[in-house]
């Protein structure tokens, strides 16, 4: 049996120096494509975990990347500072121990030189696009998710 999601997680808007952020397509129940665009998230795998270790495990399992590399240096992985509490989705209430109903998300960026090769984990991603942030923003289906990729304008993302 798999344990309850921990309600503490990570969002890691990856975009590139040029201004176009990676959104990933959500596989659905039947390993389709779900129509759920997101940025890379996922909770802590344990209480002790930081949200920086967090972040890079995500990444390098959504999509491949290895914060650390020549091409992706840790120094391009930014704690925006930012988290927001928001009432988790009822559709994934069940990953979660019985009562919990929210969720606090740590908002990062990873700012690549260019567009990288992603390797999606299929489990969890059937698709992905590079966009400008201002077409991406309105494909999250999590508004926290939108919000984050509204910001990158701004001086947290720099």
């Not at 176009?20 to 779900?34: F, I, K, N, T």
């Not at 795998?45 to 091409?71: H, K, M, N, W, Y």
């Not at 988790?88 to 009562?99: D, K, M, T």
């Amino acid at each position: 049996m798999t344990p309850p999601k921990i309600p503490i997680s990570v969002l890691v808007v990856i975009h590139t120096a040029q201004g176009e952020v990676l959104l990933l397509e959500r596989a659905g129940p039947d390993g389709q494509g779900s129509g759920l665009w997101q940025s890379v998230t996922g909770s802590l795998d344990a209480l002790d975990e930081a949200p920086r270790a967090a972040c890079i495990r995500e990444v390098f399992e959504e999509t491949g990347l290895v914060v650390g590399s020549a091409d992706c240096p840790e120094s391009a992985l930014i704690d925006w500072q930012h988290s927001e509490e928001y009432e988790i989705f009822e559709r994934w209430r069940h990953r979660y121990a019985p009562g919990v109903t929210r969720n606090t998300e740590h908002a990062f960026g990873l700012k690549l030189p260019r567009r990288l090769p992603i390797a999606l984990a299929p489990r969890e991603h059937v698709r992905y696009q590079w966009l400008p942030a201002a077409q991406a923003a309105p494909l999250c289906f999590s508004p926290s998710n939108a919000r984050a990729i509204e910001r990158l304008a701004g001086p947290a993302a720099t």
